[in-house]
């Protein structure tokens, strides 16, 4: 008899083990609130985007704000309205000053008036020091460090139109390095000698953060910059602000949750992304750009 | 592979560990269950008189306190555990004021504090890695235990360094002179215990036991073709020897060890490891009648790592190491006076300990580039003093604890007020009012909430000073025929703890230092718990219900405004009984049910998705690095997550019920106990995920059978 009993448990057991996953009726049913984008840059065009979040069950075709009114003011002084010109895409004539502190203050019907705060960066000194340049390293000198900065390199191996500014030709290098005491190691992968066999410095992925530093002596901080550098190459400095650096740093932060689609890592993820928009959420935020062009034709 | 992902890849990699062993478990019980049916057969109904060895007194006055429990070994088997194991910090589980941490697991949490808040002691020696197999069951062997005193408040004056409870579980003091000891058996771990007297002066105390899943595990490989490589060794041991040289001395010298250990071959390599190594030398002198000066040396190592290598074909690519360890020397003394109204006791302790938290991110032949190497030696000098006042029906108790606390060139003096009054207003019924500060010098940051053994433990450092907590109560307590009651109401607020900004951020993860990623808050819990204890001839029983809140306010998240703690369980009730279905001279057998109804814990969880602004000319990234879809998704948009902690999963229900045949042969006793955990296979919701478009729970244990086979001599 007892033999059958553990035999019906056993039996018991192998139907129901396996039953670990199982659906939960969970609805937060949010969505709806209102996004503002705007990165203030060192152009004499300004954008912004204005729409509305979803549910996380709905596909990504984020809700459209038809009638919304995007004013910028610096030091609390009007300098214009965003005028609308595409389903979320907003434009205003205007170039930041360094040191300014700028205000967005977006009003939506039947919404409580949306506002956010950025002060625009004075750029970092950062100069070239090319004379000691070799494949693969780009020597740099830091003089000022008042705000963290962001470097990244572009490259094309044909010949392209705009020496001044990358333009749609280039394409961002993946595995980038650096030797730069400040660097911020959140997006370090091991190093750059994996894929370049001179190289030296620790690999990053994509983009590099240095910590703001201040004060530098007059000596300034050398540094060097690795990476495949093509014929055409930019080395990009965007000096950015508070606001900036924490929106972009916890927005990579979140993507290497996603590495490998199969990682279970992502059912642990609770990351939040940076946002300083009152009442609604999304991003105002300010960046200054330096744009280091090389050619290396050999 | 990131190393984020790499360490969530080891967490996950127990979990799937854990399943595996269930699997495992699942094959074993059942072969084993059948095994020992065949072996066993009980005789016919006869009504005998049976002494159970061990077995509490019946009538015997119990006097609980509110806060304090005390309980033995005996009282921990009455619950079913998933391992089959006897385990004394199991039954903490189902005290009031304790929420538990994840399902299975040894993890709980204590009024709103964190899970390394709690104090466990092995003979006063604090043990910090008190889980085997990722927090089954606790590394304390039932067969030496002789009883385990907890407090969630109430605390004496000569102990500290902790938050949250006391837990000190006291080996066998007072042996028989003829050797006494048990052999037991479970699926999971096999074991025994020794214990009488050597000469007329020396007895012995001892234990072994050792995981039997690795044989188990190449049995099942060879029979099922297994092709993943699993080695596993879990065990502990225990060695106390007392010297008794006169009425006014005696020594003791003990030794404990447990080690587990996890290695895993697949696509990668995954190794885990952690254990504790204890030595403790203790001298008590009966100065006078009520006079006593206990004096004790030990040292302490516990340590957990786990690493991760990567494998090109046969090349290894990378490796990953993650470390925590701590090493302690201590040496205290006390003297204590028992008097009829007034006893007191005061005494020093000297506290060396170095800490060792330690993640290494290695690419093979390279230069090291990202190691996280600290290392930092503690010193914590106490001195407390202790007295208590009794008079008629009033006693009073007061005490101060005082701490010298230096790391490098840091110092710091902190010091703890604890005090209590209890009146008894009939010879059945008293109140009771206490109050306790408390301090703790080490942080744990704990990676999931679990209470697993692989968290990392920081010291109190400039930037994270000390953790502290005040803790009032009020309550009362009485007793009714064979029932025994307590109950009262606490409030607790506690500061400077510490956790991880973003949960999946672990040592060794995104940022360059440790403490990039630890932010300090504090914390508040309240709330009323009862409790009442029946001790019959044929059925004891106990429940116990807690109504509380507890919260967390951090700077750093929620916009610093409070949100819930992870584990605030509004309503938490807990009931076990244990009926004597059959008894005789040489046979009885136990019926055991295990009741246990709780708020869900709480969850952090996206609610909807937004346009965002993607990085800089990522759309014109080169392509020799894989971009994963989801990735590519979070590059261009943007999750918003919920309020901290504001989603309540679904209440959490378990029944439990177990028998037990004992037989009683002239020379040892013979028990072997069945169960079934979670016989409803309610699928409570251990974490929850979206996925395919659909929110999905996952549950780490459905109804699962257990055994155990235990001989006593």
């Not at chain 1, 572009?154 to 980038?176: F, H, M, R, W």
């Not at chain 2, 949490?109 to 197999?133: C, I, K, Q, W």
Request: with cysteine.
């Amino acid at each position: 008899m007892e033999n059958k009993i553990f035999l019906l448990i056993w039996l018991l057991l192998v139907i129901l083990h396996p039953s670990c996953v199982k659906d939960l009726p969970i609805d937060p049913a949010v969505g709806g609130e209102v996004v503002v984008n705007c990165i203030l840059t060192s152009d004499t065009i300004q954008t912004a985007s204005v729409t509305r979040s979803v549910p996380i069950d709905e596909s990504f075709i984020f809700r459209e704000v038809k009638d919304a009114e995007v004013e910028l003011l610096a030091e609390g002084e009007s300098v214009g309205y965003f005028e609308k010109t595409g389903y979320d895409h907003w434009e205003l004539n205007y170039r930041p000053v360094g040191g300014t502190s700028y205000q967005l203050v977006v009003t939506v019907p039947d919404e409580p008036e949306i506002t956010a705060a950025t002060i625009m960066p004075y750029y970092n000194d950062v100069r070239r020091d090319q004379a000691r340049d070799t494949y693969p390293t780009k020597n740099f000198i830091q003089y000022s460090g008042q705000s963290p900065f962001w470097m990244y390199a572009l490259s094309a191996d044909s010949e392209i139109e705009n020496y001044q500014k990358p333009g749609p030709g280039v394409t961002l290098k993946s595995g980038i390095g650096t030797d730069h005491p400040n660097a911020d190691r959140f997006n370090q992968e091991g190093n750059l000698l994996d894929i370049l066999p001179t190289a030296t410095t620790p690999a990053f992925e994509y983009y590099i953060r240095v910590d703001s530093i201040s004060p530098i002596d007059e000596n300034g901080i050398p540094f060097q910059l690795q990476t495949n550098y093509g014929q055409y190459n930019f080395v990009v400095i965007r000096t950015a602000s508070t606001e900036y650096d924490q929106y972009l740093k916890s927005s990579l932060q979140k993507m290497e949750s996603y590495t490998d689609e199969e990682d279970p890592g992502q059912w642990f993820d609770e990351r939040r992304i940076y946002s300083n928009v009152n009442n609604g959420t999304g991003i105002f935020a300010a960046c200054a750009d330096i744009y280091f062009f090389y050619h290396d034709p050999n | 592979m990131p190393p984020v992902q790499i360490f969530i890849f080891s967490t996950m990699t127990q979990i799937r560990f854990l399943f595996s062993f269930f699997s495992l478990l699942f094959f074993s019980v059942s072969s084993f269950a059948q095994t020992n049916a065949l072996s066993f057969q009980p005789e016919g109904d006869s009504i005998r008189h049976f002494e159970l060895k061990g077995v509490d007194v019946y009538g015997k006055q119990i006097h609980r306190r509110n806060n304090v429990y005390r309980y033995s070994p005996l009282m921990s088997r009455t619950l079913i555990s998933l391992s089959g194991e006897t385990d004394v910090i199991r039954y903490i589980g189902t005290l009031p004021g304790v929420s538990q941490g994840m399902e299975g697991g040894s993890g709980y949490f204590v009024r709103g504090s964190n899970s390394g808040n709690n104090r466990l002691e092995l003979d006063g020696v604090p043990v910090y890695g008190a889980t085997h197999l990722f927090g089954l069951f606790s590394v304390f062997p039932q067969g030496i235990i002789e009883d385990v005193d907890y407090r969630s408040g109430r605390f004496p004056a000569n102990s500290g360094n902790y938050l949250a409870s006391l837990d000190r579980i006291t080996t066998d003091r007072q042996v028989e002179k003829k050797f006494h000891g048990s052999v037991e058996l479970s699926p999971l771990m096999a074991g025994g215990s020794l214990k009488g007297f050597l000469s007329d002066r020396l007895s012995i105390v001892a234990s072994g036991r050792i995981s039997l899943l690795g044989t188990e595990y190449r049995l099942i490989k060879a029979m099922a073709g297994l092709e993943d490589d699993v080695k596993i060794t879990v065990g502990d041991a225990f060695l106390k020897l007392n010297y008794q040289l006169n009425e006014k001395h005696r020594f003791a010298a003990s030794g404990y060890f447990s080690n587990d250990y996890f290695n895993i071959e697949s696509d990668a390599m995954v190794t885990m490891n952690w254990g504790n190594q204890l030595m403790r030398f203790a001298w008590d002198w009966n100065v006078s009648e009520n006079t006593r000066l206990q004096t004790m040396v030990y040292g302490n190592y516990y340590h957990s790592g786990q690493e991760q290598k990567d494998y090109n074909e046969d090349d290894l690519t990378g490796e990953l190491k993650l470390h925590s360890s701590i090493g302690e020397m201590a040496a205290q003394s006390r003297i204590v006076n028992k008097g009829d109204r007034i006893s007191y006791e005061a005494g020093v302790k000297y506290n060396f300990q170095l800490l060792k938290p330690r993640s290494e991110k290695i690419l093979v032949q390279k230069d090291d580039f990202n190691t996280r190497n600290n290392s930092f030696e503690t010193i914590i000098i106490s001195g407390f003093a202790e007295a208590s006042y009794r008079f008629n029906r009033l006693e009073l108790t007061g005490g101060l604890r005082n701490y010298f606390y230096r790391l490098k060139e840091d110092e710091l003096f902190e010091l703890d007020f604890r005090g209590a009054v209890s009146a008894h207003l009939s010879d059945k019924y008293g109140i009771e009012f206490s109050y306790d500060q408390l301090t703790q010098f080490h942080h744990i940051l704990e990676s999931l909430p679990v209470g697993w053994s692989l968290d990392v433990m920081i010291p109190s450092t400039n930037g994270f000073s000390p953790e502290k907590a005040n803790q009032y109560y009020l309550g009362g307590f009485g007793e009714y025929k064979k029932w025994i009651f307590s109950g009262g109401a606490y409030y607790k607020e506690m500061k400077n703890l510490v956790r991880y900004e973003n949960p999946s951020t672990v040592l060794g993860g995104q940022n360059s230092d440790w403490y990039s990623d630890v932010i300090t808050g504090k914390g508040t819990s309240y709330g009323i718990e009862v409790r009442g204890e029946r001790k019959g001839e044929y059925w004891d029983g106990a429940f116990s219900y807690t109504l509380s809140k507890s919260d967390r306010t951090f700077a750093e998240i929620n916009d610093g405004v409070s949100f819930p703690f992870r584990f605030d369980r509004r309503h938490m009730f807990n009931t076990n009984a244990s009926i004597t279905t059959k008894t005789s001279s040489t046979r009885n057998q136990f019926f055991n049910i295990a009741f246990s109804m709780t708020s869900g814990n709480r969850v952090t969880i996206p609610v909807s998705m937004y346009k965002g602004v993607e990085p800089p000319y990522w759309s014109q990234r080169d392509r020799g690095l894989y971009v994963s879809p989801r990735k590519m998704e979070n590059a261009l948009y943007r999750q918003k997550i919920g309020e901290e902690n504001g989603y309540l999963l679904p209440s959490y229900v378990r029944l439990d019920v177990g028998y037990t045949f004992q037989k009683k042969k002239e020379k040892y006793t013979r028990s072997l106990t069945l169960g079934i955990y979670n016989v409803l296979n309610r699928k409570n919701p251990y974490l929850v995920f979206h996925e395919d478009g659909r929110w999905q729970q996952l549950s780490i244990f459905p109804l699962f059978p257990s055994v155990k086979w235990l001989v006593e001599f």
